[in-house]
């Protein structure tokens, strides 16, 4: 048997201890990362982001569960790099210039990495450029854009066109959000989709992947 | 019947001539005023004059001082980004409370040598003289939770629910203390209501609202009252599961923002809580059409009944065609409350 039971009660009861300590545990019964990951970590992110649907969860539960989850891949990120094993795909996130939120953010990320991707967070008052650079760095095949300021929204469709004046705007899917986004606002600006959740947004790279 | 008079009447479960409307304007009314929102969050008499201005051109029954969420934060010493035309925002990496030894080392605030909290009094002081007889005069205090989110940062402050209990009560005495101390000038300046911001609860279940967060904005609203004043609480975002805890804390005003159904919001707060709210300011109020807004507000009057306040469930973001705030204020012009 493969899967952890301990690694997906961990996180979902949001234990970053237990979760270490049960990563630990597998690795060294010989269990492979990204098994690991696929039977145990996405399994339970999956779980808690179904308890968030259902307002069974909430904020704190799910940072907890996120922060459970990276102490898990701190422990089998080096296994993966060491042997050239590669998530599903990578994305890099960041909210955009002028805003300084970032817990909406942070959750999303979370439920990206604890779904299996690579996800590379810039923090919050990202610019254009820096989103430009990134991309250019990182060659992921996701950029997730967030704002949670009506007055910052514009700065999502300003990294759109840095992209496209960078010629790496056919590389990468723009998805953004936020409490003001809307699907409709999304279209306006370029982007290739949008979601009002973090568990959507999950659904939303899995889709795009399957469509790729 | 003036709008303070109109306002008074709901809250005292009287028939006004008709129903109050008490839209949120920040942003917007710098735009109204044509200023730069550092200047209207800087200068009381920018913001009153602002206020005044909108209500006037709008038909709103009210007038408010409520801004960004870091006065009491930018008083206590917290990192704040300015920006030009927008509102300041906390560095949440450089939180005042990052290390939570600092708690400990905090001396008391006073409220009025505060540069940021003492501005907002002065604007109460401002808007009382120059509209005070007929328009009501709002002011406005993060509440405990919020204004902890704000100090300590709101990523740390979400793990300390279940880290570190005890710091999070401690937390919030202190901020609690913070809200008294300004609610009370602020009454004494002349506020006939005062906005207990405490959006960050929207993002804790049930559990923790009433376990960390509920007893303390109960201390707050009984201050408030003992002060001889009147609170309006404003829990942004999707409160559905803290609904009979807000309807519980005895505000003489609660409103309710777009995610939460308003018939959901008048079961779980009984007939005779009064509700604002709570038309979604993007989707329907900003990108909505006239004829839809009074649509959706006969819905939500349907739902509401009569101890209701015409707004939209946050703020009217500051690119809202000026047609369809009409068409929320003419709603509220031409219709009685429900029987």
Known sequence: MTKSVELYDAILNGDAKKAHAATQAAIEAGVEPLTLISESMVPAMDEVGRLFEEEEYFVPELLLAGRAMKSSMELLRPLMTASGEKLSAKVVIGTVKGDQHDIGKNI?????????????????????????????????????????????????????????????RPRVKVLIGGAPVTGQYAKEIGADGYSENASGAVVLVRSLLAEA | MTGRDRILAVLAGQQPDHIPCMPITMTFAADISAVKYLQYVRDHRIMAEAQIRTAEAFGL??????????????????????????????????????????????????????????????????????????????????????????LRGINRLMMDFSDDPEFVHDLFDFTLQIAIGFSTEQIQAGADIIGVGDAAASLVGPRIYKEFVWPWEKRLVDSIHKDGGRVRLHICGNTRRILDGMGALGCEMVDIDYPVPMELARSQTGQLQTLTGNMDPVRELRNGSPEAIARSLEAQQLQAGAQWIVAAGCEVVRDTPHENLR?????????????
């Open chain 1, 108 to 168: 999303v990320a979370s439920m990206l990495e604890g779904s299996g991707f690579d996800v590379i967070d810039l923090g919050v008052d990202v610019s254009a450029e820096a989103f430009v650079a990134a991309i250019k760095e990182q060659n992921p095949q996701f950029v997730c854009l967030s704002a949670l300021l009506t007055v910052t929204m514009p700065a999502m469709k300003t990294t759109i066109d840095a992209l496209s004046n960078a010629g790496l």
């Open chain 2, 61 to 150: 029954d009210y007038v408010s001082t409520i801004s960004d969420p870091t006065r009491e934060a930018a008083d206590l010493g917290a990192s704040i980004q300015w920006y030009d035309d927008r509102p300041p925002a906390i560095i949440e990496g450089q939180a005042l409370f990052a290390d939570k030894a600092a708690l400990g080392r905090m001396e008391p605030v006073d409220h009025v040598r505060g540069n940021r909290m003492e501005d907002r009094i002065r604007g109460i002081e401002l808007l009382r003289e120059r509209a005070g007889s007929e328009l009501f005069v709002e002011g406005w205090v993060e509440g405990p939770c919020a204004e902890g989110a704000d």
């Open chain 2, 327 to 339: 068409a929320m204020v003419e709603f509220a012009q031409t219709h009685a409350p429900a029987a």
